[in-house]
């Protein structure tokens, strides 16, 4: 059996501690307890979080058991483990059953879910859709988007009126999502039902149903509710719609993400996507586009909030870039810090918390005893988390991915997008957007947060807080 790497240090955070000391700012994290009763907890809370079940050994071990339940559920921190499993292509361990069952009546058989050869066609025919080129042509979509965004901040500034971060940011990147995918903003009818549809959609659903998870057998089919199935209903038939406009004749060819997508073909037989398959993609494109990138800004402005030093250093990164213009695409590689703020929150609130996968098999990892159907819990959070692969591993500090110190970093142990062929194709996109976002916004407002009690990150669809969080925006003014 091979050697692990050696863990030293506390295993996860005292989450009750001072959020900002003379050592650093700690932002919000679970406190993590035994297994019996870490379960407790979860079953008491009755909200389904996830990372309340993870108990402190989750945090440390290379490989090991994940609790109490019926089905086999292991969860694998070391990346000389995982990294064969996220790249395996015998489909030994597919993606979770109670995954793609709750998202197929949304995304179908899409990249998101499928496998096999479906998934190797897919992936050569989206591709092409996410080149730097693509997404340099999209850039004036994302920046219009965050134009009328910052419109809608500064009318809620001059009257000090508050909002839900969360909410908020969600209307934003669905809005720049709309922009980028089929050339219209969110304010158009159909664009706002989509978003409206997601929006009830994701509070129908979790990632993972942690009833079925701990109490059923392997491969228990749940079927969807009543009202997953009209949220998707209302979804599909929107997203056609906005689809159907680009197959009418047009004067100017459409430049946009659904022209690329409606255009491809397979390299292999020259065949392209059926108009299902075409919705099938464009829902994991509005599900992951959106609502995975609108987590992390939720957690990068809260932070922000209440760590001004860090607006402080992005807009004079800002300043030293771009000097007076506004941010522009060629300006976003040299926005170091800017991008790195990004990273940072993605490794401390990664939005899909959990990979899971599914022994097809009995197997055995690195000596581990593995049975068919057992749950393989790969977790961002955890190995994001892990104090053998990063130094004060809850703190939050954006130079910890400066160029001169990522040669320090253990590889394979930072996949917020994933990781090996299945990484996320949209990963640059999302992090150029994002890095418009932080560097205009910054630039242009002071953020304040307020909530009526402790703020702690959940685990459902993607990582969010447990309750509203209250934001004002305030016009920030240049001191001479």
């Not at 001059?158 to 980028?180: G, K, W, Y």
């Not at 159909?190 to 149903?209: D, G, K, L, P, W």
């Not at 992390?296 to 213009?325: K, N």
């Not at 993605?346 to 990979?355: A, G, M, N, Q, S």
Request: with cysteine; aromatic share 10%.
């Amino acid at each position: 059996m091979s050697q692990f790497p050696e863990v030293s240090g506390p295993a996860a955070p005292a989450v009750h501690r001072k959020s900002a000391t003379s050592h650093g700012f700690y932002p919000p994290a679970p406190n993590p307890l035994s297994p019996v009763v870490s379960l407790m907890r979860l079953i008491w809370q009755g909200d389904g979080d996830l990372l309340s079940l993870l108990p402190r050994e989750a945090y440390a071990m290379p490989i090991g058991p994940l609790g109490y339940s019926r089905r086999q559920i292991v969860i694998v921190n070391d990346p000389r483990l995982f990294r064969p499993i996220l790249a395996d292509t015998d489909e030994r361990f597919p993606k979770s059953d109670l995954m793609v069952d709750a998202l197929r009546p949304l995304v179908g058989n899409s990249i998101f879910v499928s496998g096999g050869a479906d998934w190797q066609r897919q992936r050569r025919m989206i591709d092409p859709a996410f080149t730097h080129m693509r997404i340099q042509d999209a850039f004036g979509a994302m920046q219009a988007g965050v134009d009328a965004f910052e419109q809608v901040l500064l009318d809620r500034a001059q009257r000090n009126e508050s909002f839900p971060l969360d909410v908020a940011m969600s209307h934003l990147t669905a809005d720049i999502i709309c922009r980028t995918v089929f050339s219209t903003s969110l304010e158009g009818e159909i664009s706002r039902r989509v978003f409206e549809a997601f929006t009830r959609f994701e509070s129908s659903i979790a990632q993972v149903r942690w009833k079925t998870l701990i109490f059923d057998p392997a491969w228990t089919q749940v079927p969807p509710t009543a009202d997953v199935l009209a949220a998707c209903n209302e979804i599909r038939t929107c997203l056609g719609s906005l689809l159907d406009t680009h197959f009418q004749p047009r004067e100017t060819p459409w430049n946009d993400i659904a022209s690329e997508m409606i255009a491809a073909v397979d390299p292999v037989d020259g065949v392209g996507f059926t108009r299902d398959e075409l919705l099938d993609q464009l829902g994991v494109m509005f599900l992951a586009g959106h609502e995975t990138t609108a987590s992390a800004l939720t957690w990068a402005f809260y932070i922000i909030s209440q760590h001004p030093e860090v607006a402080r250093r992005i807009r004079q990164e800002v300043q030293e870039v771009c000097g007076s213009d506004t941010p522009r695409f060629e300006h976003i590689r040299g926005l170091t810090y800017t991008r790195n703020v990004f990273r940072e929150t993605l490794r401390l609130y990664p939005p899909i918390t959990f990979l899971p996968r599914v022994s097809a098999e009995n197997t055995s990892i690195d000596g581990y005893k593995i049975k068919r159907g057992a749950m393989v819990m790969i977790s961002p959070w955890t190995i994001h988390r892990n104090p053998a692969y990063w130094p004060d591993p809850h703190r939050f500090d954006p130079d910890r991915f400066d160029p001169a110190q990522e040669s320090n970093q253990v590889a394979g142990a930072y996949l917020p997008f994933g990781l090996g062929p299945r990484v996320c194709v949209g990963a640059a996109f999302a992090a150029t957007e994002a890095s418009l976002i932080l560097a205009r916004l910054c630039t242009r407002f002071d953020f304040e947060t307020s909530t009526e009690s402790r703020i702690r990150p959940i685990a459902r669809m993607t990582t969010r807080p447990n309750q509203q969080i209250n934001a004002r925006a305030r016009v920030h003014h240049v001191h001479q």
